[in-house]
């Protein structure tokens, strides 16, 4: 059975102190690994798609990586408009995704 | 395009009472999805419609819910004598898929309907 487990549940910050978000997952054969953002009271927010060990993607100060178990959430210099809960899904061959329970990230001032 | 829309955001109702929610999804997608979500937790998966055609329940869906998508525009999620394990962010969310789509499936979430059964 495909399990995705993120981690940590929470994560504080300082305005400027780069982090790392976890994603680790099994899966008997990656279609596909999501990264959403989600706010408080709003739907997930699509941020990026990983296919395959190596890929990597960018955006803004976000940047996810992907190996053959887990995938990585990088947020550099992170502002307090990055505060969200970041989640991140695995997709199935009908596109159905399964998520993780998520990180919460919140960035002080 | 004004995105995934779904009524109402929140709902307050008794135990034992019917609630419905209903999903516009974005006008070109064909694939329709709910799911649910929890407090701390990442959304879980109902129930998913191709065009009208309802094409996966979730185990989680139980037989007090149903789900339609008539003319495979709109759908709508009803609940039978809710419960207060009920309570919950029911979210729509919606993506356009082809047999020759090479880019990922995206889903286009809404903003969700909370409900809460007292």
């Known amino acids: 059975e495909d399990q995705v487990t993120q981690s940590p549940e929470a994560l504080r910050l300082q305005e400027g102190e780069s982090s790392s978000l976890n994603c680790s997952y099994t899966v008997s054969g990656l279609r596909g690994l999501f990264w959403y953002r989600q706010d408080p009271g709003k739907g997930p927010e699509f941020l990026f798609t990983?296919?395959?060990a190596g890929e990597e993607k960018e955006k803004e100060r976000l940047k996810a990586t992907l190996t053959k178990k887990e995938s990585f959430l990088h947020i550099t210099a992170p502002k307090p408009e990055d505060s969200a809960t970041y989640l991140c899904a695995l997709t199935d061959s009908w596109g159905k995704l399964q998520f993780g329970a998520g990180t919460q990230v919140v960035v002080t001032p | 395009d004004t995105g995934v829309s779904q009524d109402p955001r929140h709902k307050i109702t008794k135990r034992g009472q019917n609630v419905t929610f209903r999903c516009d999804p974005i006008s070109e997608h064909n694939r329709l999805y709910w799911y649910r979500q929890t407090l701390g937790q990442g959304p879980e998966f109902l129930t998913y419609?191709?065009?009208?055609?309802?094409?996966?329940k979730s185990r989680l869906l139980s037989d007090r819910f149903s789900a339609e998508r008539p003319k495979g525009s709109f759908s709508t999620l009803e609940i039978q004598r809710t419960e207060q394990g009920d309570s919950a962010m029911y979210l729509c969310?919606?993506?356009?898929?082809?047999?020759?789509?090479?880019?990922?499936?995206?889903?286009?979430f809404g903003a969700g309907s909370r409900l809460t059964v007292l």
């Open positions: 419609f191709q065009n009208e055609a309802q094409l996966e």
């Open positions: 990983l296919y395959s």
């Open positions: 969310a919606s993506s356009k898929i082809s047999s020759y789509q090479a880019s990922p499936n995206v889903l286009t």
